[in-house]
C-alpha cells in the first residue's frame, strides 16, 4: 500500500505540472484536459502485482543472507503480518535429545542410578537398535557388559493401551527368572500391591517435584526373585533441553510484537520452558 500510494502520488504530481504546462503553451484546456488523463491513467501503476512480486524477491535475496529459506513469495508477506507464531516443542523448541539427568529417587534398598538403569534396559529389546526415544536413551546410558549375565526370555512391547514395556530375565549363572518393566510413572505405580502406600505417595511427591522443573520421570520396577510381586526400583529422569537459540528466538519475536504460543501433544510443564 506504500508503495500504490508514492507511485499514484508521484503520478498525480507529474501530471497536474504536465497540465498546466500545456496550459501555459496555449493548448486548449479541452485537449490538454483528455491528453493529462491519458498520461495518469498510463501511469497508474496497474501491474502493481508485477511491482510487489518484484519487490519480494528483492526482499527474499536479503533474507536468504539471514540464512532464511524462502519457499514462496507469499511467505514473507504473511510473515509480516503475523502476530502469533505457534511452535512445536519436540525438535522445534528443544534439541530432541532426551538427556539423562542426575537425580534418580530410589525406593529400593542397594539400589543406584546404574542398578536402575540396567533394570530399564532389560525391559527393551538390549541386543537390537532402539525402538524409540526412551529406548535409546536407556540403551545409550547403560553400561551394556553387565547385561552380558542375563538373558531375556519373553518381552512385552510398548502399547499405546498399557503405556510401559516388560522384559522377563534369567540369569545365568544362578537361573533366576524375574520380570522388569518400565514406563509412565502412574502406570507402574498400578503394579504396586496395596500395601506399598507409602512407596507410592512418595513417588508422586518426586514426580510433582520434578515437573516443576521441566524434568520428565520414568519409573522403573521388577518384580521379587520367585514371586509376582511388584516393587518399584526408582525414576529415571531426563530432559528434552531447549536449543541454544530458542530463548533469542522467542525474545525477538516478543520485541516485534508477535506472540509465542508452544502448541504439543505433551502436558503442559510450569518452570523452564514457559520461562
Known amino acids: 500500500m ?29 485537449e490538454a484536459l483528455s491528453f493529462t488523463i ?17 519487490t519480494l524477491a528483492i526482499g527474499s535475496k536479503n533474507l536468504a543472507k539471514h540464512g ?10 504473511d510473515l509480516a503480518g503475523m502476530s502469533i507464531l505457534c511452535s512445536d516443542k519436540t525438535g522445534t523448541l528443544t534439541l530432541n535429545q532426551m538427556m539423562l539427568q542426575d537425580d534418580t529417587p530410589i525406593y529400593c534398598d542397594g539400589e543406584t542410578q546404574e542398578s536402575v538403569l540396567v533394570l530399564a534396559a532389560m525391559a527393551a529389546k ?59 510413572p502412574h502406570i507402574i505405580l498400578a503394579l504396586l500391591p496395596q500395601s506399598s502406600s507409602n512407596i507410592r505417595d512418595q513417588v508422586e511427591k518426586d514426580v510433582a517435584r520434578l515437573g516443576e ?33 530458542t530463548k533469542q528466538t522467542i525474545e525477538d519475536a516478543r520485541h516485534h510484537g508477535v506472540q509465542v504460543k508452544m502448541i504439543t501433544g505433551k502436558l503442559p510443564l510450569p518452570g523452564r520452558y514457559n520461562k
Not at 529406548?135 to 553400561?143: E, I, K, Q
Not at 520428565?216 to 514371586?227: E, P
Open 126 to 184: 538390549w541386543k537390537e537398535p532402539p525402538r524409540d526415544a526412551l529406548d535409546r536413551l536407556t540403551l545409550g546410558s547403560v553400561n551394556m557388559s553387565l547385561l552380558e549375565s542375563y538373558e531375556q526370555t519373553d518381552y512385552l512391547p510398548f502399547d499405546p493401551q498399557t503405556k510401559r514395556t516388560e522384559g522377563t530375565v534369567r540369569n545365568k549363572e544362578t537361573g533366576v527368572e524375574f520380570k522388569t518393566s518400565k514406563g509412565a
Open 38 to 54: 491519458v498520461i495518469l491513467v498510463a501511469s497508474i501503476p496497474l501491474a502493481i502485482e508485477i511491482v510487489t512480486t518484484t
Open 2 to 30: 506504500k508503495i500504490m500510494m508514492v507511485l499514484v502520488g508521484l503520478s498525480l504530481t507529474l501530471c497536474i505540472i504536465n497540465f498546466a504546462y500545456l496550459l501555459a503553451e496555449g493548448v486548449d484546456v479541452q
Open 68 to 77: 532464511a529459506i524462502v519457499a514462496k513469495l507469499s511467505a514473507i508477506e
Open 213 to 245: 522443573c521441566g524434568i520428565r520421570s520414568l519409573a522403573v520396577a521388577r518384580t521379587i526373585s520367585g514371586t509376582d510381586t511388584w516393587e518399584m526400583a526408582g525414576l529415571l529422569t531426563f530432559l528434552d533441553p531447549p536449543r541454544l537459540d
